[in-house]
């Protein structure tokens, strides 16, 4: 009994390429420790994109997006700040945040994000609106291998996971790119559309290590 045990624990722990069309992540519980880690095809960035659909009911600040480097634990972080309604982007060492959302609780919500490096331009699409273009500061960190993770928010590189920051609910279609979607590709994500699949993050081949309980379901948006 012991053996099967731990078998089944290598198991939920071992890293998996899988085809996730149709299915999505579960957060069913509030924890500082599960969560799903991603491993992208690339390690370094200059453009960023990242495209994901979520469905929560927490009223509470919760993390949607983490990726950290040895030096910045918010190297490229998507996090949704409950008390004043809005939306943070961060990147690198710096920040800009969208308000007045219609972020609503139980409701399917489809995010992209776009960063340019070189101009520090970053742009927010929420549910196939387009919101202003802002302005960070494009100042770099020092290269590093980048850990990205579904479910928790990174204090460290990898680690330190704080409860009151982490994401219950559902999470599917995650898709990163290292350059710019363009608007026309965004707006067939959001209408769930043939569209381009990441070429750092592809949904319908990732590469992924869940640790402890994240359950992987079918997902049902629509009923026909």
Known sequence: MQFVVCLMILISN?????DLSGKMFVFPQQTNTAHVKLTPSKMSFTTITVCHRSFTDLKREHVLFSM??????????????????????????????YGGLDYKISTWHSICTTWDSTSGIVQLWFNGQQLTKKYVNPESTPPGTPIIILGQEQDNHGGDFDTSQSFVGMMTDVHMYDYVLSSCEIQKYMSELSFTPGNVLNWAALDFQIRDRVLIENKQLYCQ
Request: proline residues 6%; charged residues 20%; hydrophobic residues 45%.
């Open 68 to 97: 950290a480097i040895p030096s910045n634990a918010n190297e490229f972080a998507i996090i949704y700040k409950f008390a004043t309604n809005e939306m943070q982007p961060h990147m690198k060492t710096d920040k800009t945040s």
């Open 14 to 18: 071992a890293a998996a390429i899988e």
